[in-house]
């Protein structure tokens, strides 16, 4: 119970971070905020994990998956974790839109389309799910920014926050992104974190 609260939390953080960043002055400061951060949430998830268990799905609800599909966490644990973190995110999303009047002008060049929030969404899970599996391995934590960064290089700056997918449904809640966009990047990060995993399983067998 203690870590799901801590992962609501966390992606509770996330997306209000996330929702302020794409209020930033540029671009460029708001993904090397929201990547910050990243970094940091995973740093804490990693102060918990132990040899039998990883805890990076206290950092994001796509790392449960992967670490599911290679015996790092228990399937029954992904029902509960991804729905901590979506109260979580939304929890954020409600605290960025309490805000709204406080905050600059939204920093979003175009309106996303469905194809590239699901093309796109979908290579930051795939690299989401390398990434997760090189930390779980004692890989450095900093490799967490790396989803974030090309999510930002890659997609409208209103999906930035796709490599975390309960964080777009904050952003949505936040009236940052439109619903349908927000759902099909989430739906389609998942899916491709957990087709990542399977794939790095099978060429780097997980000791």
């Known amino acids: 119970m203690r870590l799901l609260s801590m992962g ?3 992606s509770a953080l996330l997306t209000l971070v996330s929702a302020m960043a794409l209020r930033a002055a540029d671009a460029t400061l708001a993904v090397a905020a929201v990547a910050a951060v990243a970094v940091l949430v995973t740093w804490y998830a990693q102060l918990h994990a132990t040899d039998e268990r990883g805890t990076l799905g ?24 991804l729905a901590a973190h979506t109260v979580g995110a939304v929890l954020g999303g409600l605290a960025a839109l309490s805000l709204d009047d406080r905050l600059g002008d939204t920093v979003v060049f ?21 990434t997760t599996l090189a930390i779980d391995g004692s890989g450095p934590e900093a490799l967490a920014a790396v989803p974030a960064v090309v ?22 809640t936040a009236e940052l992104v439109p619903w349908d966009v927000a759902l099909v990047a ?3 990060a998942l899916v491709a ?3 990542g995993a399977y794939a790095v399983a099978l060429l780097v067998p997980h000791e």
């Open 8 to 10: 609501a939390l966390l």
């Open 110 to 130: 175009t309106q996303p389309g469905l194809l590239v929030a699901a093309v796109g969404a979908a290579l930051v899970g795939v690299i989401g799910a390398w």
């Open 186 to 188: 989430a739906g389609s």
């Open 58 to 81: 206290l950092a994001n609800p796509a790392s449960v998956l992967v670490l599911a599909v290679v015996g790092r966490r228990p399937w029954a644990t992904i029902l509960p974790a």
């Open 193 to 195: 974190s957990i087709a």
């Open 151 to 172: 999510a930002g290089a890659v997609l409208p700056l209103g999906l930035l926050a796709a490599f975390q997918p309960a964080a777009m449904i904050g952003l949505a």
